[in-house]
């Protein structure tokens, strides 16, 4: 783990008198990257993006964080983006397109300074920023991946891109940064990856905008059902394939009638039933 005072004088050394903009998106790696900048003495604003189809829950945390640490926070809805980009994509390409519209947006929004993000050691793109690091000699924690996305005046640091997701927690407690889950989990490496449940779209299904809003009423109403057993949760769609990790046959029963109780009402349970 790097230490954190050696991360603050690092973040000093490249950034100082810099503005920096940290795309807050309401989770706890990112509130601990707000804080970690601020330490260092940087001028920082926050930004945070929305769409449609995410959980209230990271922008009402974004907004709390950015007022607790005193930072100007900018809001972008990409709602109209995604409606753009994703129809026809497969559903395993949501959060990659997402994220990419979401880059777009900041960056034409902002302009070209310096972007920070809150990725951590377990992030997917960990991996790429690491092994770039290495061939190249820079500091991971500023390594531009993807590059397509930055040009010469842009710059990206990524000031916990070292450091594993127990790490991160270690240094919530010890900033006292604390945020709200929604509680979701997944199927994926990081399964709390949590914000936005279009994630939960099955892999091979065509997107349409019809399912967009189908799999997120379908995990709302989940949501609910799971927050009553404290259990963290996931409805796959149009698959109706349950994630609820250590939970029982009871449990699982209640957070299915839930959901298939809004996919009748909402009327789009015909679609379930050819998929099941």
Do not use: Y
């Amino acid at each position: 783990m790097t230490s954190l005072r050696r991360l603050l004088n690092l973040l000093r050394e490249r950034l100082e008198g810099e503005r920096v903009h940290l795309m807050l998106s309401g989770g706890q790696d990112s509130a601990v990257a707000a804080r970690v900048l601020q330490l260092a003495g940087l001028r920082v604003s926050a930004v945070h993006v929305t769409h449609r189809w995410t959980w209230p829950t990271p922008g009402l945390e974004a907004r709390r964080v950015a007022r607790r640490l005193g930072l100007r926070l900018h809001v972008i809805d990409i709602t109209d983006r995604l409606l753009e980009r994703l129809p026809g994509a497969k559903g395993k390409s949501v959060c990659k397109i997402c994220k990419r519209v979401m880059l777009e947006a900041v960056l034409e929004e902002l302009g070209p300074e310096v972007l920070a993000t809150g990725e951590c050691g377990l992030d997917t793109i960990a991996g790429a920023v690491l092994d770039l690091a290495r061939r190249t000699g820079e500091e991971p924690e500023f390594v531009q991946v993807p590059k397509r996305f930055f040009g010469n005046d842009t710059r990206v640091v990524r000031p916990l891109i070292r450091l594993h997701e127990r790490d991160v927690l270690r240094l919530a407690e010890e900033l006292g940064v604390r945020v709200r889950r929604v509680g979701e989990t997944g199927d994926l490496r990081r399964g709390r990856r949590e914000g936005c449940p279009l994630q939960h779209l099955d892999p091979e299904v065509t997107i349409t905008e019809g399912l967009l809003e189908e799999v997120w009423r379908v995990n709302l109403a989940a949501l609910r059902a799971a927050r009553e057993l404290d259990r963290t949760f996931a409805v796959k769609w149009p698959s109706f394939r349950l994630l609820l990790p250590e939970s029982g046959e009871c449990e699982r029963r209640l957070v299915a009638e839930r959901a298939w109780e809004e996919a009748v009402r909402a009327g789009f349970s015909s679609r379930l039933e050819k998929s099941t």
